[in-house]
């Protein structure tokens, strides 16, 4: 069984920084990308940055120049440092894993809990 456990989320003021972080366990072959996703009250789950296990990265143009995602891959461990953050970075943030179980099998995308971030203006 695969679990994601992530943290760092809280409230701060508008401008300041946060950390994420989120750590994969259990058994499982690879994990290829690793990522936030963030959802906003009455909005859908969108993309905020991804990174795969080459460091390859992609960040949502929203966050570009602010946001910055790093992987450990010794430790299956993926954080998100957000600085100059905005009101509108406000919502919840879930961190996903896409891996292989075993190496015969298609790759599927795990979910973290989420954790609220909220930056007051």
């Known amino acids: 069984q695969v679990q994601l456990v992530g943290s760092g989320g809280g409230l701060v003021q508008a401008g300041g920084s946060l950390r994420l972080s989120c750590a994969a366990s259990g058994s499982f072959f690879a994990i290829n990308a690793m990522g936030w996703y963030r959802q906003a009250p009455g909005q859908q789950r969108e993309l905020v940055a991804t990174i795969t296990s080459s460091g390859s990265t992609n960040y949502a143009d929203s966050v570009k120049g602010r946001f910055t995602i790093v992987r450990d891959n010794a430790k299956n461990t993926v954080y998100l440092q957000m600085n100059s953050l905005k009101p509108e970075d406000t919502a919840v943030y879930y961190c996903?894993?896409?891996?292989?179980?075993?190496?015969?099998?298609?790759?599927?995308?795990?979910w973290g809990q989420g954790t609220q971030v909220t930056v007051s203006s």
């Open positions: 996903n894993a896409r891996l292989k179980t075993a190496r015969w099998v298609r790759e599927s995308d795990y």
